[in-house]
């Protein structure tokens, strides 16, 4: 009977022992077919984070995997649930090094420099990694004091709401510049095609993310007394077709997806290359670069201070074609029809 407790189980229910190994074998394919992707398109820089969270993901249902036999076993079951966490980070991750290109690739409507969507929401999503392991590996140790696992679930809970804050601002920001290039008439079919994968990717880590929250919210209402009822514990702890339906076929399904509409098949590998303003040249320029210090980027990647000094963004495509530039151009309809491709 689902939802019973299974005496000496640290997951509660006893793992479902086969679901793991077909979601090993899921991500080890889509894992593969990141890395193929990568060296096809010679995009390591630009989408190598795939494979690597595909990879983790794999790490860790053969964890649990290891854990259905095991499922007593205190380091088996932190391991799985610490390499589980780790994973969709990365994919954020990705996303935000994703959003970044496609601001260097259509420059003059970009809010901010490319470069600090990365390092802003990147040091964010590193303060995220680092709560997620630490609470993951207090808070599913149940050797260890109460008091350093409601620790760790308090570690945990602070990552999940700043996850969902980093998200939706991150969200925002994709939407107020797409907004931009739509209103400017700048909205090229491989451009839409990227923002679509985007905003997928992002609702599908954001629905996970929600998942994650409510349970370990649920987890740290649990006071175990004498005579304490286990099935009154929330049914989202109890049964496993949760993590089933809200972790691995979510995350499983944006791995594949962002196989199928790999983000390097709709723009170009270097972010010196950008979009003329008629949407359908593609120019090679200087690129963007910011004098300022690498830690003030960081605290200020809208350049306020600028702003309010009135030191004007760089307009390097003003000067398009001058010699002193040196600019080669080129039709994306004509000699790049990759670029247009899903």
């Not at 992707?37 to 820089?45: G, H, I, V």
């Not at 000067?319 to 000699?335: I, L, S, W, Y």
Request: charged share 15%; aromatic share 14%; with cysteine.
């Amino acid at each position: 009977m689902g939802g019973q407790y299974v005496p000496g189980s640290i997951w509660f229910y006893a793992p479902n022992k086969g679901a793991p190994v077909a979601w090993a074998f899921f991500f080890a394919v889509s894992c593969a077919v990141h890395m193929w992707q990568c060296r096809r398109y010679k995009a390591w820089k630009f989408t190598g984070l795939l494979p690597w969270a595909a990879l983790v993901f794999t790490a860790g249902y053969v964890m649990r995997e290891v854990g259905a036999y095991h499922y007593g076993n205190v380091n088996i079951f932190i391991s799985s649930i610490c390499l589980v966490y780790a994973a969709p980070p990365f994919y954020e991750l990705a996303n935000y090094i994703i959003l970044g290109r496609i601001l260097y690739y259509v420059p003059y409507h970009s809010p901010l420099h490319p470069g600090r969507v990365l390092t802003t929401f990147g040091a964010i999503s590193g303060i995220v990694e680092a709560l997620n392991g630490n609470g993951a590996s207090y808070s599913s140790n149940a050797n260890l004091p109460e008091s350093k696992q409601k620790m760790g679930r308090d570690l945990l809970k602070a990552a999940l709401i700043i996850q969902l804050g980093v998200i939706t601002s991150f969200l925002m920001l994709a939407v107020y510049f797409q907004r931009r290039c739509q209103r400017n008439n700048l909205f090229p079919k491989n451009l839409k095609s990227i923002f679509i994968t985007l905003y997928c990717s992002s609702a599908l880590i954001m629905v996970r993310t929600i998942y994650r929250t409510v349970e370990y919210f649920s987890i740290s209402q649990i006071h175990v007394t004498p005579g304490f009822n286990p099935l009154s514990i929330s049914p989202i702890v109890r049964y496993e077709w949760f993590f089933w339906v809200f972790e691995a076929l979510l995350m499983i399904t944006n791995s594949v997806m962002l196989n199928f509409r790999h983000p390097a098949s709709f723009l170009p590998n270097s972010n010196k290359i950008y979009l003329a303003k008629d949407g359908v040249t593609e120019i090679e320029g200087p690129g963007f670069e910011d004098p300022r210090n690498f830690i003030v980027t960081i605290l200020d990647p809208f350049d306020l201070i600028g702003l309010i000094k009135g030191r004007d963004k760089q307009k390097y495509w003003e000067n398009q074609g001058e010699p002193n530039h040196d600019v080669a151009e080129k039709d994306v309809t004509t000699e790049a029809p990759e670029l247009k491709t899903v």
